[in-house]
């Protein structure tokens, strides 16, 4: 079984509110269709889940009522984008089903602390193939929180013991510079110590919103449990249909190396 996090730079256009990329979408459907891997596949949130979550505050927790339909419409705007996903994959013959994390899901502190995994496990052993996606929580915490599709990714790679955790985003890999503000180094092989060298030694390491380290981080926690992760850009074409095959490709491997 394979972990397909597809992020949501790559599934939608991230400056621009509610865009979808539906070509994008449409083409890695049919990438995913031809593989025929058992699979479950989660997307990030683009420019669906997080405009509106950052203007109520959501991932901070609950403060005030009124952030009651901010929750709700990011929810919402997470539904609508899983719609999009869900039909492509649907249309192009794959057998798939929305499955909605805030109905499964209690973090603590923004990590998973609840997961019912007897629905997601039933599907699988039936040959669905469940589609989930970073969604507004609740938390034991918080209230409530985002819980992002890295961290549900990794999790569920763990919990179901997938084979292979694949990060598809819209660059090769992890660099040693952030390749949109510099040139940079793809790094093959990423383990704990050369993120540690990478937060050190160059600020320019990684983008303000954390989002290629907290993925690493992420990533690193299911290559510590023996899943095999990459990281790769799923924005080349035929690239997703290779790595569900278990064939070569451009990336960045993340192992994690107790000895590192
Ligand atoms: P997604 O939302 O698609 O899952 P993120 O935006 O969270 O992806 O992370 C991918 C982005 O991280 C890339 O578009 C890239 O610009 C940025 N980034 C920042 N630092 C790095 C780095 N050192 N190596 C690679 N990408 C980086």
């Known amino acids: 079984m394979i972990v397909l996090k597809l992020g949501g730079s790559v ?10 990329r539906p070509e994008a ?8 269709a031809e593989a025929g891997a058992k699979l479950i596949l989660i997307h990030g949130g683009g420019s669906y889940g997080h405009p509106v979550a950052s203007r109520y505050g959501i991932a901070g927790g609950y403060r005030s009522e009124n952030q009651l339909r901010g929750f709700a ?9 899983n719609t999009l996903i869900v039909e492509a994959l649907i249309e192009a013959g794959v057998p798939a089903i929305g499955v909605p994390p805030s109905s499964l899901i209690i973090t603590t502190d923004g990590r998973i602390t609840k997961l019912e995994l007897q629905v997601i496990r039933g599907m699988l052993e039936m040959g669905l193939t469940p589609v989930l996606y970073g969604d507004a929580v609740l938390d034991t915490r918080r209230g409530f929180t985002i819980l992002s599709g890295d961290q549900l990714a990794s999790r569920l790679a763990v919990e179901l013991g997938a084979e292979r955790l694949i990060y598809g985003v819209d660059v090769d890999g992890v660099y040693t510079k952030d390749p949109k503000r510099g040139r940079g180094k793809l ?11 990478l937060e050190t030694a ?3 390491a990684f983008d303000v919103t954390g989002g290629m380290k907290g993925k690493v981080e992420e ?16 924005m080349r074409e035929g690239i997703i249909l290779k790595a569900l095959r278990g064939e070569a490709v451009r990336g960045s491997w993340v192992v994690f190396d107790a000895d590192d």
């Open 11 to 20: 599934i939608t256009v991230k400056d621009k509110p509610m865009t979808p």
């Open 25 to 32: 979408i449409r083409r890695l459907a049919g990438e995913i």
């Open 73 to 81: 419409e990011t929810h919402q705007a997470m539904v609508k984008l």
């Open 187 to 197: 790094l093959e092989r990423v383990t704990p110590s050369t993120l540690k060298e």
């Open 202 to 204: 160059s600020p320019t």
């Open 219 to 234: 990533a690193l926690r299911a290559a510590e449990m023996g899943v095999e992760v990459v990281i790769l850009n799923a």
